[in-house]
């Protein structure tokens, strides 16, 4: 990959539960972000949602190596979710009347 903006050891990133993703402040004012999942494919690249500037995050790897798999439930449970959603959505349009 190409020039980093910067290099940040995981133990100085915040843990945020609710997105469940580790960030870092970023100059643009928004934050950098990587998943546990991502560390734990030895991906080390966090990037910054509002910009172009990504960093590089030290850490061993070994230490996410033997993560449960609660990031891969979560994400089937959110798909799951997510069909019944669009089930939901084809039904209302199913049952949608157009006056004139």
């Known amino acids: 990959m190409g020039a980093y903006y910067d290099e ?16 870092y402040p970023c100059p643009c004012g928004d934050r950098f972000e990587i998943s546990r999942k991502q560390l734990k494919n030895y991906e080390d690249t966090a990037t910054c949602p509002s910009c172009s500037l990504i ?25 799951a979710s997510s069909e019944t959603d669009s089930d939901s959505f084809e039904d209302a349009v199913e049952h949608l009347t157009i006056s004139a």
Not at 8 to 23: L, T
Not at 71 to 77: I, N, V
Request: aromatic share 10%; charged share 50%; no cysteine.
């Open 55 to 79: 960093i590089r995050v030290i850490y061993d790897p070994l230490d996410f190596e033997d993560d449960s798999d609660e990031d891969e439930d979560e994400e089937s449970s959110s798909s």
């Open 8 to 23: 940040i050891e995981i133990e100085d990133m915040a843990w945020d539960e609710e997105k469940r993703v580790y960030h």
